[in-house]
């Protein structure tokens, strides 16, 4: 490490270790580095991250945005004392809202706001975010390390992040091709991802909880359960959209089923959505069941085991679910477009 002339004694009996952020970059390099891929002009410690859009790739190109945090997830990782995997949440929450768009994740920047500055935890939730980087084939470019003392508890932090991607004009999904008969695959998520924790926090008073409870119900402990890490779709849905008309995509996050799937078609249709049609994981039925939460309600919080849902001619259907299994995808059809005044319904 190279020596650092900036240091405040006063600032160090104010709460602010200016060094251990020095340190903390240090411990996070080998981590960045796995994030580079072509474009990216320097390595972290600038002023502002930089990146070459490669106009061959993108003749006509259209950014796409998305931010992101966390959430309440974190107290999970807090009681765990586990930091490594919530930057793949981070990651994935802003990511796979850009591919949405038919866009390809180019830049990731992640903030971190904590009470004190430990140079090995920060390090470690850097990991988690490099990781998720190297799964959604995006770099990440920079970021900020904020030490917050007063503001924060000592042993806590907060996560967000912010990614740009881009795609040509002309390749935008465009939801008004939709039309009546369309199937909707469904690609399964790894569990609760980053949504609905403040109801999954109340249902079990985790504060109080035995986070290895469950094993038999779940197949592990409910702590590590719910600390698995966020699906990254990145991959697998530029893939398909490669070889299947992709008409439009939605990402199952907060507001469930029925605040997320209505974005992705036009006002004059439903997503006709068949039960029984996927897994749902265990620990949603275990849910549903502790915190006497109506299914209305499940389907308005949670994925309940379905992170995206991709919108295909009925012709394609089978075609894209089989490109998505090749992938390492567990997908199928999960339903079809009909008309109706623009919701979600369920049929057995």
């Known amino acids: ?69 966390v959430g309440t997830k974190l107290r999970i990782a807090f009681l765990l004392n586990k930091h490594d995997t919530v930057g793949i949440d981070c990651v994935a929450m802003c990511v796979n809202d850009i591919v949405c768009a038919g866009a390809k994740p180019l830049v990731f920047l992640d903030y971190i706001a904590c009470g004190k500055n430990v140079p090995e935890k920060i390090a470690d939730i850097v990991k988690g975010v490099s990781e998720g980087c190297v799964q959604a084939g995006c770099a990440l470019v920079g970021g900020e390390t904020a030490e917050m003392p007063g503001f924060y508890p000592v042993d806590e932090y907060d996560l967000a992040g912010f990614s740009f991607g881009a795609v040509n004009k002309e390749d935008l999904l465009d939801k008004t091709a939709i039309h009546e008969g369309d199937a909707i695959v469904g690609i399964s998520s790894s ?3 980053s949504n609905g924790f403040s109801l999954v926090r109340k249902v079990f008073d985790i504060e109080h909880a035995d986070l290895d409870a469950y094993k038999d ?132």
């Not at 796995?34 to 972290?44: E, H, S, Y």
């Not at 996050?253 to 439903?270: A, D, H, L, Q, W």
């Not at 939460?293 to 499940?298: G, L, T």
């Open 191 to 193: 569990g609760v991802h």
């Open 1 to 69: 490490m190279a020596t650092m002339k900036s240091f405040s004694e006063s600032y160090k009996a104010a709460g602010v270790d200016v060094t251990a952020g020095y340190r903390a970059v240090e411990l996070m390099k080998q981590h960045v580095a796995r994030t580079v891929i072509p474009g990216c002009l320097d390595g972290i410690g600038g002023f502002g991250g930089l990146f070459e859009l490669d106009l061959d790739e993108f003749r006509h190109p259209v950014l796409v945005s998305g931010t992101d945090g």
């Open 217 to 348: 119900v779940l197949g592990k402990g409910l702590g590590e359960t719910l600390l698995t890490p966020t699906k990254i779709y990145v991959k697998p849905m530029l893939g398909v959209m490669k070889q299947v008309k992709v008409k439009s995509v939605a990402h199952i996050t907060g507001g469930g089923f029925y605040e997320n799937m209505p974005r992705s078609f036009p006002e004059e249709f439903n997503a006709e959505i068949r039960k029984g049609s996927w897994r749902i994981p265990a620990i949603f039925p275990l849910i549903q069941e502790k915190g006497g939460i109506s299914e209305h309600d499940m389907f308005n919080t949670f994925n309940m085991g379905i992170g995206m849902s991709v919108i295909v001619d009925a012709a394609d259907a089978q075609k894209a679910v089989e490109i998505l299994k090749a992938d390492g995808e567990e997908a199928q059809v999960i339903g079809q477009i009909v008309k109706g005044d623009h919701t979600v319904v369920f049929r057995d």
